[in-house]
């Protein structure tokens, strides 16, 4: 086959496909090109998945269907795997005769007569693979096809790779540029691990509206944190935000708090108080633990719910009241309803939209923000010149358990600072005990699985590889799970 003016062609081609940025359009024009001036009848192009580096994706076809590709590829001897492993070209005038593809049914069976295939490299790296055939005995490949395709497949490649690139810089950026906004938009909130952003991100979205809102976590991973963001984010900002702890007050006190009462309505009511739901009154309050409360008050608090009314203790007039609620609880209310303890029209009330707090051992990539900026906070309100801590106490804050959540590393980073007559804060004073594989014991199976996963990682230096065969799993069922966890950067 010859082919006019190849070098001409060649720096054409040069030009159209280095002036395109979008991957899938440039796959397809590479397609097209390599068919066309070869005078392909079909083909397809693979590239190597960015998840695992022994899998290959399709990304673009020519007159084939993905039955009949797989059916090319699922042979060792075939076309395609041969130039995969060997990183060679394949050229044959005559599939059907060709010993080197006699074990190979697919080309039988699919009538294949010329047949062209050549590896994508970029810096000797190999990225993919471009394959054409032809089913026509009059139109045959040659040396000529193979060296035009040869000389395009190194400027394909460079391209292909380029527009990858660069389409990864683009969507780390426009996701580096989200994360900035969300955290300048809620500064109060600290973190970027991919939980605490879907947090933010729900924040931005619910903050405007009047949706009754259930935050459900253990306790001290910063429930209230994200109330005050939802009240200060919205249209009732400039009304007041009133937080109450509902789990230690007393029935009638609660009661009393809540609702208000009449002076004389009991013993030592010695005057009318408004309760918090009036002086709430076109603003947000927050009912923190709000699975604690009896069954008395949770009816009183449907009523305010469905009907924005409320009666004093001792009274009988209703007042109207215009309030967000805002709940929160470290238990499972849904369990709480089927175990009889909570009503469950309440619960779907207060439950319209949802968010769970993870616990600090579950968005560990964290905690090096909160060290930091904890120690920031407590140098500065000590008047401590402390630079930081040693390795072993670092190390030690990354790897301890924190039962108490964020609430127990503030106390502990507040301590420390507080302790420490040196610039540099050591193990000892953080007053913690070792943790131990018994921290695992009792926790969900998936929680453990994610446990072990990120500390053998760690343990071996990010090296996905040698992480995986301590592990006694593949590499890419790693990278499945790390997937899964958020976890997409490999150092």
Sequence with gaps: MKIQNPYEALLKISQDINSMKDTAVLLDKVMDIAMGTLAAERGFIILKSHSSDHQFDLVTARNISQ?????????????????????????????????????????????????????????????????????????QFDEDSLKFLEAFTIQAAIAIENSRIMEK????????????????????????????????????????????????????????????????????????????????????????????????????????????????????????????????????????????????????AIRKVDVRILSATNKNLQEEVEAGNFREDLFYRLNVINFKMPPLRERREDIPLLVNHFLSVFTEKNKKHVSGFSKEAYNFLMEYSWPGNIRELENTIERAVILTREKEITPELLQLKRSKPEMVIGRPLKEVEKYVVLQTLEQSNNNRTKAAEVLGVSRRWLQYQLKNWGITDED
């Design 169 to 316: 810089l683009e969507s780390e950026n426009k996701q580096l540029k989200k994360q900035v906004a969300l955290s300048q938009l809620f500064p109060e909130i600290i973190g970027k691990s991919p939980s605490i952003s879907r947090i933010l991100e729900m924040i931005r979205d619910v903050a405007d509206s009047n949706a009754t809102i259930l935050i459900e976590g253990e306790s001290g991973t910063g429930k209230e944190l994200v109330a005050r963001a939802l009240h200060f984010n919205s249209k009732r900002k400039e009304k007041t935000f009133i937080p109450i702890f509902c789990g230690s007050l007393a029935e009638n006190l609660l009661e009393s708090e809540l609702f208000g009462h009449r002076k004389g309505s009991f013993t030592g009511a010695f005057e009318n108080k408004a309760g918090l739901f009036e002086e709430a009154h076109g603003g947000t309050l927050f009912l923190d633990e709000i699975g604690d409360i009896s069954k008395t008050i949770q009816t009183k608090l449907l009523r305010v719910i469905q009907e924005g009314e409320v009666k004093r203790v001792g009274e009988s």
């Design 67 to 139: 039955e009949t590709i797989s059916s090319i590829r699922e042979l060792s001897s075939s076309v395609v795997n041969k130039v995969i492993k060997e990183g060679k070209s394949i050229l044959t005038l005559d599939a059907q005769t060709d010993d080197r593809f006699s074990g190979a049914q697919s080309i039988i069976m699919q009538k294949i007569r010329s047949v062209i295939c050549a590896p994508l490299k970029k810096d000797d790296q190999l990225i993919g693979a471009i394959y054409m055939d032809t089913r026509s005995g009059s139109d």
